[in-house]
């Protein structure tokens, strides 16, 4: 069992930064592979980024590749998801999620934050 507690979150203006982390309970943590997903009002959950259970691998959306970076801190329990140049679209809840491997679908994690919320105004 793995529980997830995002934090970071907050209102920017376009072309800020933001550093999001999610703090995880359990041993097992670096047994599993991490990932961040977003859904804005009105539309479905979308995968932002993943990382391996090492941190060796890492795996981004088009829409966020060369401005997001996610790593992982296995000694802390916690994934981060540094967030540079962003854009209005980027608003959104922002959920990070644990499971057995490395995908770009909700499917595949067991294991999910409540949210923080990400809002990027103009």
């Known amino acids: 069992q793995v529980q997830l507690v995002e934090s970071g979150g907050g209102l920017v203006q376009a072309g800020d930064s933001l550093r999001l982390s999610c703090a995880a309970s359990?041993?097992?943590?670096?047994?599993?592979?991490m990932g961040w997903f977003r859904q804005a009002p009105g539309k479905e959950r979308e995968f932002v980024a993943a990382?391996?259970?090492?941190?060796?691998?890492?795996y981004y959306a088009d829409s966020v590749k060369g401005r997001f970076t996610i790593s992982r801190d296995n000694a802390k329990n916690t994934v981060y998801l540094q967030m540079n140049s962003l854009k209005v679209e980027d608003t959104a809840v922002y959920y990070c999620?644990?499971?057995?491997?490395?995908?770009?679908?909700?499917?595949?994690?067991?294991?999910w934050g409540q949210g923080t919320q990400v809002t990027v105004s103009s």
């Open positions: 359990g041993r097992t943590f670096s047994r599993y592979a």
């Open positions: 999620a644990a499971g057995p491997k490395v995908v770009p679908s909700y499917e595949g994690y067991d294991y």
């Open positions: 990382i391996s259970w090492s941190g060796g691998n890492t």
